[in-house]
């Protein structure tokens, strides 16, 4: 089966698309603005990680977008076949998706070839000395990656490895048994939760959000949705909102960082202080160094001009801060924008 490009690239606005670094294959992926404004049509919702090549020729048939409980007309609970669904655990990683260079498989994630969980998961399963032939031939092989690197809110107490969630054929888009294929191939699988709707929710309702993410439900008609637990929700707002970007602003504009944590699980305290002590530190080394350098100048020339063509002509590290300095003028602005850190979400780690 192929699907149209020229329809993917139609709606550029809401599908981004990356070329593999060395194979003439491409991922298609639908974007944050896409899922807000929510442009759902027969295109958009097959974007999530699929992998054509230049025809396109479908490489890897990942799921659909799937929704939560409630979220759209198909997942409300009165419009849900009348069936018991398989209803599995969540894995709390991310999405790896099968594909092969020439006999070696390769395992990239939604939206990226080269992502950081992508090579971990490629070096995961080439370790363990798989090749092509070992796959059934035009499926997909969908994993959840679960590493340091996929880390988001569970605590999986260091445990790294691949659960195989799906095998789906390219053509049809029918799926087989995947916990045949786990076992036969030797990878973990989700727990199977053996209760009825009314149980699961129930049985949701309990769980710890550092634990378990939720469940996925399974219909007959290849219909998925899922389903977060509401303290997993919370942490997950929680972490969102708390960056090494909010530490930074908090040390910048000398707040205290009490407020920020009060709501932060404990298990992220180490990463906070590993942050603060990474950016105090850098403060303090880039004052230090810019008070001895310019105490030096104001010792060598007696006046400000004399001082000010030395700075400028010369290569000397942080010159705004120095010519501060001199000034005897605020120069803290001027470091904490040095060390702006780049956008980071904690970790236990």
């Given amino acids: 089966m192929n699907i149209n490009l020229d329809e993917l690239r139609k709606r550029k606005k809401y599908i981004l698309c990356k070329k593999h670094p060395s194979l003439d294959i491409f991922i298609w992926n639908y974007n944050k603005e896409c899922q807000y404004e929510r442009k759902w049509d027969e295109y958009t919702i ?15 048939r990942p799921f659909k977008k799937f929704f939560n409980l409630n979220e759209t007309e198909e997942t409300k609970i009165e419009n849900l076949p009348l069936e018991i669904p398989l209803i ?10 099968l594909y092969f260079d020439e006999e070696k498989p390769c395992i990239a994630t939604r939206g990226s070839f080269e992502s950081e969980q992508s ?14 032939q070992d796959f059934k031939k035009n499926y997909t092989y969908l994993f959840e990656i679960v590493c340091s690197e996929s880390k988001i809110i569970v605590d999986y107490q260091g445990k790294e490895t691949l659960y195989l969630l799906a095998v789906i054929n390219n053509k049809t888009g029918k799926e087989i048994d995947y916990i045949k294929e786990a076992k036969r191939l030797g990878f973990e699988y989700p727990q199977k939760i053996d209760k009825n709707l009314k149980e699961t929710l129930d049985y949701i309702k309990n769980l710890k959000g550092n634990e378990d993410e939720g469940v996925v439900f399974k219909f007959s008609n290849g219909l998925r949705l899922k389903i977060k637990c509401e303290d997993y929700l919370r942490l997950h707002k929680v972490i969102a909102n708390f960056s090494t970007l909010s530490i930074y602003e908090c040390l910048k504009n000398r707040q205290n960082l009490e407020g920020l944590l009060k709501d932060l699980p404990d298990e992220f305290y180490g990463w906070v202080k ?4 990474e950016y105090k530190t850098k403060f303090k080394e880039i004052e230090t160094h810019c008070l001895s350098k310019t105490e030096e100048i104001k010792n060598k020339f007696g006046s400000r001009k004399e001082q000010a063509e030395y700075i400028s002509k010369n290569n000397l590290k942080f010159k705004s801060i120095i010519f501060a300095m001199l000034n005897d003028k605020d120069y803290s602005e001027g470091i904490w924008k040095i060390i702006r850190p780049k956008f980071e979400l904690p970790s236990v780690k």
């Fill in 88 to 97: 599995n655990v969540k894995i709390d990683g991310c999405l790896g998706i």
């Fill in 119 to 132: 090579v971990w998961a490629t070096g995961y399963i080439r370790k363990r000395k798989f090749k092509r």
């Fill in 46 to 60: 097959q974007t999530r990680g699929l992998i054509t090549d230049t025809e396109g020729n479908i490489i890897a």
């Fill in 274 to 277: 590993n942050r603060e002590d």
